[in-house]
C-alpha cells in the first residue's frame, strides 16, 4: 500500500514542478524516489519516512543555490540604470560655471556636467558617467 502512497507523492510532485517550473517540489520527488525504494525492498514506514525527510532536505540544501544561480532570471542593466559606468566623448566643451557641455555615449548626445565644478573639459575627451542626475549625467576625466 506505501508504495502507491510513495509514487503518488512522486507524480504529483513532479506534476507540480513541470507546472510551475519554480523549484519548489522537485526536492520531494527525490524524497519519493528514495521513499518508494525503502518500501519495495521492505523497509519498516519509519525508515521509509526519515528516507524522505532526509532526501529531500539535503537535495534542496545541495541544489537550491546552484539551481538559482544558474537558472535564475538574468537581471541586466537597460535604459538609464545602464548609463553610470559607461565612458563617453565630450562634443561640446563641459563648461561649470556656464552650465553647458554635452557628452556621446552610446550614440546618444546628454547634458553633461563635471563631479569637479572648477575643472573644464575639452571637446574630444573621454570621460566617465558617475551617475545621472535629472537629465543632465555627472561626468569626469577618463
Known amino acids: 500500500m506505501m508504495e502507491y502512497i510513495?509514487?503518488?507523492i512522486l507524480i504529483l510532485s513532479?506534476?507540480?514542478e513541470?507546472?510551475?517550473?519554480?523549484?519548489?517540489?522537485i526536492w520531494f520527488a527525490f524524497g519519493a524516489l528514495i521513499a518508494l525504494f525503502a518500501t519495495l525492498f521492505g523497509?519498516?514506514?519509519?525508515?521509509?519516512?526519515?528516507?524522505?525527510?532526509?532526501v529531500s532536505v539535503v537535495t534542496m540544501i545541495l541544489t537550491r543555490p546552484l539551481a538559482i544561480r544558474?537558472?535564475?532570471?538574468?537581471l541586466k542593466k537597460t535604459?538609464?540604470?545602464?548609463?553610470?559606468?559607461?565612458?563617453?566623448?565630450v562634443?561640446?566643451?563641459?563648461?561649470?560655471?556656464?552650465g553647458r557641455g554635452q557628452v556621446k555615449i552610446d550614440g546618444q548626445i546628454w547634458s553633461a556636467k563635471l563631479e569637479?565644478?572648477?575643472?573644464?573639459?575639452?571637446k574630444g575627451m573621454t570621460v566617465i558617467v558617475d551617475r545621472i542626475e535629472g537629465v543632465k549625467v555627472v561626468v569626469h576625466a577618463a
Do not use: C, H, R
Open 91 to 98: 562634443v561640446e566643451t563641459i563648461v561649470p560655471v556656464e
Open 70 to 74: 544558474y537558472l535564475g532570471p538574468v
Open 43 to 54: 523497509g519498516p514506514l519509519w525508515l521509509q519516512i526519515v528516507l524522505f525527510i532526509v
Open 14 to 16: 513532479v506534476a507540480i
Open 116 to 122: 569637479d565644478e572648477t575643472a573644464q573639459l575639452e
Open 6 to 8: 510513495w509514487l503518488a
Open 79 to 89: 535604459n538609464i540604470d545602464a548609463i553610470p559606468g559607461k565612458t563617453g566623448i
Open 18 to 25: 513541470a507546472i510551475t517550473m519554480g523549484l519548489t517540489s
